[in-house]
């Protein structure tokens, strides 16, 4: 019964099977391996994007402040949501990889608007030497919160920017899942939508570690490359990290990953429904439930061992119908037996 | 017949296993896993160290990088040879790192002298706030060079670090081979010696990419966490870093591979001294050997398919006896037989 | 008819003698100049602090940038108001001085209170790796709009911090307006209410460009004198700025120019009221107004040659009675006639 | 009897006039004060370079971080000599602003070479994503050692320089004391001769404190002010830098005082010439002599109150016929009777 996060689950075996098939005999090392050039021309084939660089680091964090330092001066803003991984969750990897970029929070909540955007952007004064100077737009699909931007909305967003001449960076880390709700394609969600570089999730998708980062506009590559070895992120046995980016991609492992991890998702969240005193926060649209259940229930619920975020506290102390806020998150290989374990426990 | 580098091989089977039986149920993430807390007890034990202060990373700049920017302040000097790879293989990392700490270059060559070193140190005056900064001396075992410090030698250089109050780092990316061919103990060649931190490679050594840091004093443990991730370098699936020290630890795999590498190393060396023209540089004593041969010899082994290092060219053209200098490194899997073939290719 | 900045005005003339008094012969360079040594006993005999380390710089970005890079670590957040020079007018210094920490923005407006900003630290939970850690309260005095932090507000706001053991600056770019305002003495005004470290604002009250920065714990002293010189700001020709402050507190010039410039705001203030659709926001407390007028009297003034901050427009375009939001400053040298020229022209 | 330093004299009379001049009514801040403008004009006019970009800071290690952080990516390396004074003399201040760029040292002493400079730049390998990317040559004129290159010796390294597409950065802390020196034009010991960007030092040849960079290309210009804010070195009454540099400029003031110091160092190597024991290193081209004298010799001295650099030690104690290694600067106000009292203190 963990619902701690989709980091907290296991690989699925078809991507250890082909680290496995992958660790035999030489290979050239820090990215030159005939694996990654596989994993370079799936990638730029499922994203409808021949010229694209394609990089792989292990960790999301990486992936994030790496293409952003390559999109913001150290004296420009990023503009992003208050709840943004990079601002709420990086310990401000961001500000050390940009050089000392700021990060401007456009609106409350989750989702950017494009008002809110527009807003943070001419709060600050175009050609002002004083002021950060405006930079990228940063969006999280799909959310902290669990929830979607569809493409019109991303369009939307990436239209600001445009107008005033920003690029869009899209951290991915559940790229798929936003993917497989929406039933579109990675180039709709993506570039067709104004989006300039984004990072490809595979970590929380059944993955041990790895992300790809996507720069449409190749003009970037030799300045990612530098600034991931000095980051200290170009891994000398890069065919461990491609191997695994292949066996995600292979045989559309990725896309039944996600879906299976939203389809948990849904049925975690009808079944809470069930639970008295459950209120579901957001319609929940991937794989991700934010909800608040009576201090007893989570009392109960901790006591049969179920583990997941608890936001509010105390959990022993209080008035025992008092809401208290949890995130819980099903990963690909949770099964629908653990979820109804779970909502007995809660009951 | 690859010789390119001790990270062109691939990783032992041990290590494998270790990862997949890794691979089941849910863990907690970013280093809290109970894999780790047995890789920890297994480090501290080997080291004789009960308190220090162990992590993982997956790369060995990372390994460097971090520690480093816990030992040295942004405004000192760290002292290092001119071959030392902080120095001249890590496109500035141990810069961006300490927040532009310099390196200074004591002395010539791949080892430090206490001579050397104490004269680096005292072309700093302490106290004068125009200088850099006197910092950290770091010194790499087995060396850029395939040579070893023996104990003696490490003790009679952090003593010189300790006359100045200065901590010593050890890069340790080829630490178990040094280990293994003085026969001595981590504590011995470590901590006993004077040494501070110290990272243990496994990514040369038979592992995928992970790195321990281990630190003696854990005063620095709180800082190093919090440089990690701000450095992007915590994993959040981390069990799958700790299977791989796990795997890499259990049943002295590590010295055996170690040993294996040492091995073919000295049989190699052994062999290309048959060669007409071999000219072996420094004695070699871990799995790397520095010679020259004649242009000509390189070309029948690039027509032969040989890969290793040729810092000197061009190949194709000039006079065909001329020595041009090698590199050859031979990782735990090389056999025999791989090495007879390239000798054979050489005559 | 200036009202543009109090960094527009002249310098005091007695600020200037005392420069040219100490442009004579030979001194010690780099902050050993004997001015120094009696602007040290001074600023230390007027803030009561005989202990205090005591800095000058040439501007109040590198104040500001300097202490707090004392006061925070990479890895942490500043708290500090929305409005705040740091945050609004500094094109990432503090960003960049810290080595990338993060300015988490606790409330609206300009002044703190003490429930903002314990919601601000809070929102960063303690002892999670993930999150900016918890650093130091910044809080300028006279904020940017003018108005004053009495001294038990100052001190209900450093009691909050210290319930966290976080430190506070102080920004006193206009330490003096608000301290003659506050009519209480230096001390009450910092440390004794819980501030440890401050800036001394000279240049935007009498002097050409200088800014002492005290703290009253001299433990960060050296570390202070190692960031100057790394940031390029330690003069060599130090002399002049200890001239500087020193004829600024000689013969109490400095409280003298302060009372001056916000006897002027009030007198401007009083005769703005006069104006038609004048509209003054927050109430005037030392040398800054902030007041809406209508474009059309806008149109009028600038003809005139008035100048000043005008944050809204377009001026040439738009409903002659649309209020335009403005700031105007009185630098110590404005004199009542052009106060009385300026409400002349508007009328 | 001070040669402690040409930045422990005054400030030439004539400049600070301008500055009491300039102290009037009101100007605009941060540099778009009239008096800039006539320095911009005036300096493109004396540099025959029309288009170039010039701004103010007012310490010498901020024009020379600042101009090279626009030169120099993070992951490059700055060339100079192993004498730099940002290499010996600046606290890490370049490493700080350019992110944490290298310095490599080309070649020993104070003067580069060609085929130093050549060495250098090709032990990195260009491309190779490992290493520090080649970036600017930085050199000094007149060098740390008060010696001089020639115009024929600046073109030979930057055409080095060129040849690698490296751009070069001229050091000019003492430009006039070099430029009078070698009775050139200021255009011809720098863009002519293939220099990019020069400092013009004025601190230490009768200003208080301002140094101008100057952009041959201005295409850098506005990365240059965002940097100098970042850098907090913008300043907000920026006309007393503007009016230090206008009097330095006016009636050809700058090169009467280079003239004048360095006459005094001629003056001053020939009398030394006379004292018994002594031993001048290089032959001296401006206002600095480096020399020895017996131990016994430097007593007198001390007792007499000369002050100096002494770079050998220690003064008390030990053979009194030990050379031990001095330094003497001459700046523009030292008069022939000081150092005529010298030489008899000496004697």
């Known amino acids: 019964m963990n619902f701690g996060s989709d980091n907290c689950g296991p690989a699925h075996p078809a991507v250890l099977d082909a680290v496995i098939k992958a660790n035999s005999g030489y290979q050239a090392s820090y990215g030159a391996d005939t694996v990654m050039d596989g994993v370079r021309a799936q990638i730029r084939e499922i994203f409808e ?3 694209a ?22 004296w420009d803003t990023v503009f992003c949501s208050e709840m943004a991984h990079i601002q709420r969750d990086e310990c401000n990897a961001p500000e050390f990889y940009t050089g000392g970029a700021k990060l401007t929070l456009a609106g409350e909540g989750d989702k950017l608007t494009p008002e809110g955007l527009k807003t943070a952007i001419t709060s600050w004064v175009k050609g002002d030497v004083h002021v950060s100077q405006r930079g990228p737009l940063a969006l999280t699909q799909a959310t902290e919160n669990g929830r979607i931007y569809t493409v019109a909305e991303i369009e939307a967003l990436t ?3 445009k ?10 880390a559940r790229f798929t899942n936003a993917l ?30 790895v992300e790809a980062v996507i720069f449409f506009d190749p003009s970037k590559a030799w300045e990612f490359e530098l600034r991931r070895k000095r980051g200290a992120h170009l891994f000398s046995k890069h065919r461990y990290l491609s191997a695994q980016m292949q066996g995600y991609l292979t045989d559309d492992l990725w896309l039944a990953t ?8 849904a049925y975690l969240s009808n079944r ?21 259940l009576p201090r007893a229930t989570h009392q109960k619920l901790h006591a049969a061992g179920a583990v997941y975020g608890l936001f509010e ?12 806020l949890m995130r819980l998150v099903c990963d690909w290989s949770i099964s629908e037996a653990e979820i109804d374990q779970f909502i007995a426990a809660a009951k």
């Open 313 to 324: 506290g105390p959990l022993d102390d209080g008035d025992p119908n008092e809401p208290l």
């Open 163 to 172: 107008q005033y001449s920003l690029p869009t960076y899209m951290d991915g």
């Open 49 to 51: 994007a021949p010229e």
């Open 272 to 292: 809470l429904a069930e639970v008295e005193g459950a209120n579901i926060l957001y319609e929940p649209q991937v794989n991700m439930i934010f909800a608040t």
């Open 53 to 74: 660089a394609v990089y792989l680091v292990a960790t999301g964090t990486a992936a994030n402040s790496l293409a952003l330092s390559c999109m913001a001066q150290p």
């Open 180 to 209: 497989v709700a929406l039933g579109c394609t990675p180039a709709e969600m993506t570039w067709k939508a104004g989006v300039d570089a984004v990072s490809l999730g595979g970590s929380k998708n059944g993955c041990m570690g």
């Open 258 to 265: 996600a879906r299976m991890a939203n389809a948990r998702g």
């Open 159 to 161: 239209t600001v920017a």
